[in-house]
């Protein structure tokens, strides 16, 4: 799809949708439940969709709603543990589509149940990393096979221990916790070196102790309870979504008049909630007031931003960035490599073909500002966050942006171009 929007600042109100990290994480847990859960999610997305529907072929039924999710969840026998609906002969199909969190979230979880399955990878997602969760699951005595975008499993992993490198991804650190949180007496987990993304991991514990798992925590070392239904409450709202939310506060940072957002904790563990703090850093005025959050244009300056615990918000932070005086340098980038695409290198196209100035290192980009930008057409490489950090980018622009594959914002934000053409445009 190709869409064309109107240069100028962008001002107005925006109600944010729900976290897709977790409604993801909500899921699972509801999955393995002791009766049955109603999510309310404020509107779906093409990876919450997959996660629901690995989650329904796995044998709970997970059902969309107006106004969420209905869950019914795996049944449990004691003394047998969960029993999976699923396979019956054959592997169970679970298609994870594009979604990274679907598969390496219920990996684990799959391996632990002991379910042969086939976990269908479209787009990039054959290409992002498994390993070091890989080779602990085959220590286990889980068995894999590839078959082009198909991944195949067999087997049992029969650990009660864990251990995987904290550096590569927070989700195989968040689909280790569930496997062991549904495993017959639980485990351990240890969590080597430096972990990125680490409020990620917040996130899963929060949602597993609201589950009455017991995770006992020093250092590294994670002691997990399981083997029993959670006793997970009736009825959960999925918070607001602040990685979502980061295009509205980047197009607001370039406002005068500037945008309100609204439906977002501002005590919330999600990672990109500090993207509110970096606009700040760059001089935007951000305010903050019950579940609002506003943000208006100051003068805004380049800065030196290690994205190490946040690499998502590359897009929506340099789209900021080109406009702003001076030079910014964004580091510790350089799993954007392996996303839906290249990200660092489609980040610097994307400001490069609105005039703007960006240029890559190895792990991240060196962005001169400049007063404005001329506007241009943006390939989106099918990346949700690209065609996004291109509309907010817009709000900078003297002439139209044209952004192509925009339809690829199903991925997270099915509502997106809706939301963002219901803001003012200040010509």
Sequence with gaps: ???????????????????????????????????????????????????????????????????????????????????????????????????????????????????????VRE??????????????????????????????????TNLDNYTVSGNISSQFVTGLLFALAVSPGGGSLHVTGETESADYIRMTEQVLRASGVRIVSRGGLRRVSGGIPFDFPPE?????????????????????????????????????????????????AVSFRDKNVRIRRNFLRGQTVDVRQVPDLVPALAAVAAVSA?????????????????????????????????????????????????GGTVDSFGDHRIAMAAAAASAACRGRVTVLGAECTEKSYPGFWYDFAALEVER
């Excluded at 699972?28 to 999610?41: G, K, N, S």
């Excluded at 290249?342 to 980009?365: F, Q, V």
Aim: proline share 6%; charged share 20%.
């Design 123 to 156: 787009g990039r997602l054959p290409l992002r990393p498994l390993s070091p969760l890989r080779e602990e699951l085959e220590r286990g005595g889980l068995r894999f096979r590839e078959d082009g975008k198909n991944l195949f499993i067999e087997g049992k």
């Design 1 to 119: 799809m190709r869409l064309v929007l109107p240069p100028g600042h962008r001002s107005g109100s925006v109600l944010l949708p729900s976290s897709k990290s977790m409604a993801h994480r909500l899921l699972i847990a509801a999955a393995f439940a002791a009766h049955p859960v109603r999510i309310r999610c404020r509107g779906t997305s093409a990876d919450i969709e997959a996660t629901a529907r690995c989650l329904s072929a796995l044998g709970a039924m997970a059902v969309r709603r107006a106004d969420g999710y209905d869950v019914t969840p795996l049944p449990y026998e004691p003394g047998k543990g969960f029993v999976p609906r699923a396979g019956a002969g054959q592997p169970a199909v679970l298609p994870c589509g594009e979604s990274g969190s679907t598969l390496r979230f219920l990996l684990p979880v799959t391996a632990a149940l002991g379910v042969s399955a086939v976990f």
């Design 236 to 284: 959960v709202t999925a918070e607001g979504d602040w990685s979502q939310a980061a295009f509205f506060l980047a197009a607001g940072a370039m406002s005068p008049r500037g945008i309100c957002l609204s439906g977002l904790d501002t005590a919330s563990l999600q990672a990109d909630r500090r993207m509110a703090a970096l606009m700040r850093l760059f001089g935007a």
């Design 326 to 374: 001076g030079t910014t340098r964004i580091t510790g980038a350089a799993r954007l490599r392996l996303k839906e695409s290249d990200r660092i290198a489609t980040t610097a196209a994307m400001i490069r073909s609105l005039g703007g100035s960006a240029e890559e290192t190895e792990d991240g980009l060196v962005i001169t500002g400049r007063e404005e930008l001329s």
